[in-house]
C-alpha cells in the first residue's frame, strides 16, 4: 500500500461548525504533514508530526487543530472557521530521515460558508 | 528563509513541441523535488535530484541540478495533453529536527492538441 488517503473528499460547513479532516497512510512513515493550499498558489506548511508528536507549527490559528492518535493516522480538527479558510487541505507522509519524497494525498476541498 | 522561483509563471505549447521549466533558489539546494499537479487534486511525486550535475529521466520529463545547486529544469520531450497540469519544484528547509519542503510559485502547463 502505497497510497495516501483523505476523507472526506469534500466538506461544506458553517463559521459554527466542528468538524474534522482525517488522513491515513500505511506506509510506515513517520512524518506527517498538513498543508493548505489557496487557487492558483503552492501548497502552505501548516503541521509537522514526527512520530507521533507535533514537531512544527507554522504559526497556524488555534481554530485549526491537528492530532495523531497514532504512527497511520492525523487529523485535523476544525472549529469556528473563516471564509478565507476554504482552500485544499493536503495531508503528506514521508519516510523518517532528510531527503526522501513526501507522499501526497488527493486532498479535501473545505468551504467555509 | 529560503524561496524557490519558478519560470515561466504559465506556459501554452502546441502538442509535440519541446519545453523547459525553471526553478532558482535563493539559496543552496540539498534536496530538490519536481513534483505535478492537476488542478484541485494531490501532488505527484515526479523526481528527486540532490548532487550537483545530476540528471534524472522518466518518459519524456528529464529534470537537472545545475553544478552549483541553486538551479534546477524540468524538460518535456514532444509533450502531450497529458503533461498538463501544474508543476511545482520543491526544496528541503531544515525545521530543527525534522525538514519541511518548502515549494516554488508553480508553472500551470497547457498543452494543445
Given at each position: 500500500d502505497t497510497e495516501v488517503t483523505q476523507t472526506p473528499k469534500h466538506l461544506v460547513m458553517g463559521m459554527t461548525n466542528k468538524k474534522s479532516l482525517k488522513c491515513e497512510q500505511h506506509m510506515g512513515h513517520r512524518a506527517m504533514y498538513w498543508y493548505k493550499q489557496k487557487a492558483k498558489k503552492p501548497p502552505e506548511l501548516m503541521f509537522v508530526y514526527s512520530y507521533e508528536k507535533l514537531s512544527i507549527n507554522e504559526s497556524v490559528p488555534s481554530r485549526f487543530s491537528p492530532e495523531c492518535p497514532n504512527s497511520s493516522l492525523l487529523n485535523l480538527h476544525l472549529h469556528a472557521?473563516?471564509?478565507?479558510?476554504?482552500a485544499l487541505y493536503l495531508c503528506a507522509s514521508r519516510p523518517a530521515g532528510l531527503e526522501n519524497e513526501q507522499y501526497f494525498g488527493p486532498g479535501t476541498r473545505l468551504t467555509v460558508t | 528563509s529560503q524561496e524557490l522561483e519558478q519560470s515561466p509563471q504559465s506556459l501554452i505549447v502546441q502538442e509535440g513541441k519541446n519545453l523547459t521549466i525553471n526553478c532558482t533558489s535563493s539559496k543552496t539546494l540539498y534536496g530538490l523535488y519536481w513534483y505535478k499537479q492537476k488542478y484541485g487534486e494531490g501532488l505527484i511525486f515526479l523526481m528527486m535530484l540532490q548532487k550537483g550535475g545530476e540528471e534524472k529521466s522518466h518518459e519524456k520529463i528529464t529534470a537537472k541540478l545545475d553544478e552549483k545547486k541553486q538551479q534546477s529544469s524540468l524538460h518535456i520531450t514532444a509533450s502531450q495533453p497529458s503533461h498538463a497540469g501544474i508543476y511545482l519544484c520543491g526544496a528541503d528547509a531544515y525545521g530543527g529536527a525534522t525538514n519541511k519542503l518548502i515549494f516554488g510559485t508553480g508553472t500551470l502547463l497547457a498543452v494543445q492538441p
Open positions: 472557521l473563516q471564509p478565507e479558510d476554504s | -
